[in-house]
């Protein structure tokens, strides 16, 4: 079974593994990587894991698709439209009281210029720095992979 299939395959058991929670919430989140760099946002002070840095993304609304709520999450965040890619991993993630589940895709930018929003601070990096970055935890998992592969 190939890389793709396989992700394919554990992104749907793992939405009906979300869907049978009820203190559940789920998100997606972009790799957007332009001229070699990765777009990295710095989380804002007073919001939850403060001064992290992560994937720009967000929490999916109702009737929405993971693909979906990406693409407005980065209109909304960040400005900008964004083709949305294939997955690159999904897993839940979890903390006292919920599991976060997480669908991480490729993505690229269609138009508009990204904006510091609701972020602090927003960078472009070449991927082998980004190990040098605080990020959430969720999202440290995709910066290893994301190293691996380089």
């Given at each position: 079974m190939d890389r793709q299939l396989r992700l394919?395959?554990?992104?749907?058991?793992?939405?009906?593994?979300?869907?049978?929670?009820?203190d559940r919430i789920e998100v997606s989140?972009?790799?957007i990587e332009q001229d070699g760099r990765c777009l990295i946002c710095r989380r804002?002070?007073?919001?939850?894991?403060?001064?992290?840095?992560?994937?720009?993304?967000?929490?999916?609304?109702?009737?929405?698709?993971?693909?979906?709520?990406?693409?407005?999450?980065?209109?909304?965040?960040l400005g900008i439209d964004i083709g949305v890619g294939p997955l690159m991993d999904a897993f839940e993630w979890a903390n006292p009281g919920r599991v976060?589940?997480?669908?991480?895709?490729?993505?690229?930018?269609q138009s508009g210029t990204p904006e510091r929003r609701v972020h602090s601070e927003l960078r472009w990096v070449d991927r082998q720095m980004l190990s040098s970055f605080s990020f959430c935890p969720a999202d440290a998992r995709i910066v290893r992979a994301l190293l691996a592969e380089t």
């Open positions: 394919s395959f554990k992104y749907a058991m793992l939405q009906c593994v979300c869907c049978a929670m009820r989140a972009a790799i804002m002070d007073g919001a939850g894991v403060a001064g992290l840095w992560e994937f720009p993304g967000g929490k999916r609304e109702a009737g929405e698709t993971a693909e979906e709520c990406l693409r407005r999450e980065c209109m909304e965040e976060l589940c997480f669908s991480f895709f490729l993505a690229s930018i």
